[in-house]
């Protein structure tokens, strides 16, 4: 994969993609051609981040349209909504699986040929909101901290590999650096499953963009000894009150920055908006596998049997969040009380 491949595509009739478990130490590309290739990929993150999935999903809603293609032009549409069913399970907190799903399935009825034109529309889509979106984060951290070179704290990856353009929270770290405002970006490592160390030191790399990599609990002490201007994450569902799911150990970041009044900024696309679940209580968290934890690059570092916690992501309540930013809007949830005012707070019995 070079710069100008982007990391997921369709190509005669397959979802062209890189495997992202094998990175940094090789590229390797996979076609998917079938919807159970696809919930392979979703589930093993071979394909990860929000968005990347949601595109995933919609391409193999239309996998699946081509498969049960029925004589006259018509398609099987209970076999396709089954197996859209099971597309949206591979990965239950990224809302961004769920809505691209549908969206395709509303043009289900017009045959398979419909269903894979809107995922493309998606696709083009993905690119627009993207740019639009980077700009606009980068456009308000240059208001907000118009002064000096900028030190950027990330976690986990939400650059090209979790889009299929320049990315959320790392493409506004490469918008700023292209507008010669980073000084240096330090990298969380990502435990268990290393998408800092691995991605996006890899993307950043690439790209020329200064940065350091640093165990997940480093994060914290660079916050309160003042190495960091800003924190910049991305999004895997965000309730109506501007609680946000995202990679675990996120949440302790934003106490940690809002302990030490460090902007906290959240980009994704309003897909990943879930206007439906009022707070960030009703998001399911998944839970993955004890081998994630127990063994690192496949050694194990625990004793043989010990029981896992393995959550794959955290929830952040609202008022630690500076501003989310989406591709149409700044929300600034300390300011805006939640839209369910009286509704059960995280942690309340
Ligand atoms: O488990 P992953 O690697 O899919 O988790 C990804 C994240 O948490 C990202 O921060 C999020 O999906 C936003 S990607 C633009």
Not at 140 to 167: E, F, M, W, Y
Not at 249 to 262: N, P
Not at 264 to 272: C, D, W
Not at 274 to 281: E, I, K, R, S, W
Request: with cysteine.
């Amino acid at each position: 994969m070079n710069a100008q491949q982007p990391s997921l595509s369709w190509e005669d009739g397959a979802i062209v993609t890189i495997d992202q478990r094998v990175l940094p130490h090789a590229t390797r590309q996979l076609r998917l051609r079938t919807v159970d290739e696809v919930i392979e990929a979703v589930s093993t993150l071979a394909v990860r981040g929000a968005p990347a999935i949601g595109l995933a999903g919609a391409l193999g809603v239309a996998l699946s349209a081509l498969r049960h293609r029925l004589p006259g032009g018509g398609v099987d549409r209970a076999a396709v909504r089954e197996d859209a069913r099971r597309l949206v399970a591979a990965r239950p907190t990224a809302v961004n699986l769920e809505w691209a799903v549908r969206r395709v399935l509303t043009r289900l009825d017009e045959g398979h040929r419909a269903v894979l034109d809107e995922g493309l529309a998606m696709l083009r889509e993905d690119a627009e909101v993207n740019g639009a979106m980077v700009r606009r984060a980068a456009d308000l951290l240059v208001g907000l901290l118009p002064d000096r070179p900028l030190r950027l704290l990330t976690h986990c990856n939400t650059g090209r590999l979790a889009t299929t353009a320049i990315g959320t929270a790392l493409g506004v770290i490469l918008e700023l650096a292209a507008r010669g405002r980073v000084a240096e970006v330090l990298v969380d490592e990502t435990r268990p499953l290393l998408q800092g160390a691995r991605l996006t030191a890899w993307e950043l790399r690439e790209a020329g963009v200064p940065h350091r990599l640093c165990v997940d609990s480093a994060a914290a002490a660079a916050l309160a000894t003042g190495m960091v201007d800003c924190v910049l994450v991305g999004a895997d569902r965000i309730a109506a009150n501007g609680d946000v799911a995202n990679k675990i150990g996120t949440y302790g970041i934003a106490v940690a920055a809002a302990r030490h009044a460090v902007p906290f900024l959240v980009i994704a696309p309003e897909s990943t908006r879930d206007p439906d679940l009022a707070t960030g209580a009703g998001i399911k968290i998944e839970e993955r596998g004890a081998a994630e934890v127990t063994e690192c690059a496949g050694a194990p570092v625990a004793p043989a049997g010990t029981a896992v916690f393995n959550p794959a992501f955290d929830v952040t309540p609202a008022e630690l969040i500076t501003a989310i930013v989406s591709e149409s809007r700044v929300v600034r949830p300390r300011e805006e009380p939640a839209a369910v005012p009286d509704a059960p707070r995280l942690g309340d019995a």
